[in-house]
């Protein structure tokens, strides 16, 4: 017999001072409540109840059990209100990864706006660049810049993850605004660093792909650093040229603090998704900040980029 349902019968036998009423609670016949109370004696080796023709009563062993009984049977009530609750509200923690530059300047920012809708949700942010093993590390969604690998995952679309070469005004001013790739070699080219090696700047227009040109790597730069925010903070005290993401760039830009120039050089824009494993169990939390980031982020999201120059 199943021994939950066991402690429920005895403890509404209890409670009823009898056994007529707790299988009408049940359904049940007294035959039946009388098997379920013999099955919990069993199980005790004690006996729980004395009868007589007027009455029945708790033994000691029973009075004890029977207040165990109710303990544990609101621990699971509350269990499984908990788990509805769940299933209903969005509510718990959240672990999330994305990116450096794109998580902290506008997933961040939209994750805050999120917290604000939902008071009952946490979210912890692990911004880096490196593939994160989502189900080894625990988390509950990813953004992934590039090509997916066919990993089992569900891939929700967002903007293209684009590149940006720009300058400060008063670098242009000063050095003049580079035409071509090759104009580059009389400039300050900020370069980003992946553990001691500079990542060369390659360009290539249409025009070149057309004609069969490969791509224009560039001198090497007095000043890298694995940082893009280190670098834009160099672009914008008017040090250099430097190569970053959009999603950097992209305020510096529509405030004119930056001017993107060399447009036609740029290298494709690459996908970007807020992937998920297909085990993850679809919980309210999860699904309402699925469903906030693609709205925020997705394909038809524009960043305020300014003309391009």
């Known amino acids: 017999m199943d021994k939950l349902r066991s402690m429920e019968i005895f403890v509404a036998v209890v409670d009823a001072g009898n056994f007529t009423a707790a299988a009408s609670a049940f359904q049940l016949s007294p035959v039946m409540v009388g098997k379920h109370i013999a099955h919990l004696e069993a199980t005790l080796g004690a006996r729980l109840l004395t009868r007589t023709t007027r009455r029945q009563s708790l033994t000691e062993i029973g009075a004890q059990y ?28 959240l672990r999330i990864t994305a990116p450096v530059s794109f998580g902290s300047e506008w997933l961040a920012p939209a994750i805050s706006d999120y917290l604000r809708l939902h008071p009952e949700v946490g979210v912890d942010l692990s911004l880096n660049d490196r593939m994160v093993d989502m ?24 903007f293209n993850y684009g590149m940006a070469i720009c300058a400060s005004p008063a670098y242009l001013k000063k050095h003049g605004t580079p035409q071509t790739p090759d104009d580059l070699a009389h400039h300050e080219c900020l370069d980003f ?3 001691a090696v500079g990542v060369r700047w390659r360009l290539q227009s249409v025009h070149d792909v057309h004609h069969g040109r490969g791509k224009r790597a560039l001198p090497a730069s007095r000043f890298r650093t694995n940082s893009g925010q280190a670098l834009r903070a160099a672009a914008l005290k008017g040090f250099g040229i430097l ?22 050089y740029l290298p494709p824009a690459r996908p970007m ?16 900040f699925i469903d906030f980031v693609v709205e925020r982020f997705g394909p038809a999201a524009a960043l305020p980029l300014a003309s391009s120059a």
């Open 193 to 195: 660093m992946v553990g």
């Open 135 to 158: 189900v080894e590390e625990g988390y509950d969604a990813a953004v992934r810049i590039g090509a997916l690998d066919d990993s089992g995952m569900i891939a929700r679309p967002l």
């Open 66 to 93: 029977v207040e165990q009984c109710r303990a544990i049977l609101a621990q699971i009530a509350a269990a499984e209100t908990g788990a509805e609750a769940m299933r209903s509200v969005p509510r718990g923690r």
């Open 273 to 288: 998704n807020l992937v998920y494993s297909r085990d993850r169990r679809a919980t309210p939390k999860l699904t309402t």
């Open 243 to 264: 190569m970053q993401a959009e999603v950097l760039l992209a305020q510096d830009i529509a405030a004119g603090r930056l001017v993107p120039i060399l447009c036609d």
